[in-house]
């Protein structure tokens, strides 16, 4: 597949939040590799995601710098099957174990720094965050607490 321009991405990611759809966002270089999820935000240098796992539920909430994604894509066959795996999800009650919706509600993103106040709001509460490089494209991943941002 080839690469989209970052006007291209940030429309594709735009239309996503304002729809509420769910994307595929590459950006590891490979085809077989990417993240999906609803897009919640985004500022001049990152898009916040609300991810959705294989099995439907929600897993996590991502903050990816625009210029690391190659591609974003909607309406795939695999978004179709997380979806209808989601709905499962919510039937029986396992779609959102950590309680993400609630986090999001009581958090306002828009406007501000996305990758601050995500790492700000990590620390003052003692969550866990995972940090993944350039360098590494995904091949190593910095997991731990934050407990000092200077």
Request: hydrophobic share 40%; proline share 1%; glycine share 6%.
């Amino acid at each position: 597949m080839e690469k989209m321009s970052q006007a291209e991405i940030r429309s594709e990611l735009t239309i996503a939040q304002q729809q509420g759809t769910l994307v595929e966002i590459y950006n590891l270089g490979s085809d077989d590799s990417f993240d999906v999820g609803f897009v919640i935000a985004m500022d001049h240098l990152y898009v916040l995601m609300l991810v959705i796992d294989w099995d439907g539920k929600l897993n996590c909430l991502m903050v990816t710098r625009l210029s690391s994604v190659d591609r974003v894509r909607s309406n795939t066959d695999y978004l179709t099957t997380v979806t209808a795996k989601s709905k499962v999800a919510r039937e029986n009650g396992y779609f959102d174990i950590w309680h993400l919706q609630h986090f999001l509600q009581t958090h306002d993103f828009n406007g501000k720094p996305l990758l601050m106040t995500l790492l700000k709001d990590s620390a003052e509460n003692h969550l866990p965050v995972v940090i993944g490089t350039n360098k590494y494209k995904g091949r190593d991943d910095f997991e731990g607490i934050i407990t000092v941002i200077s």
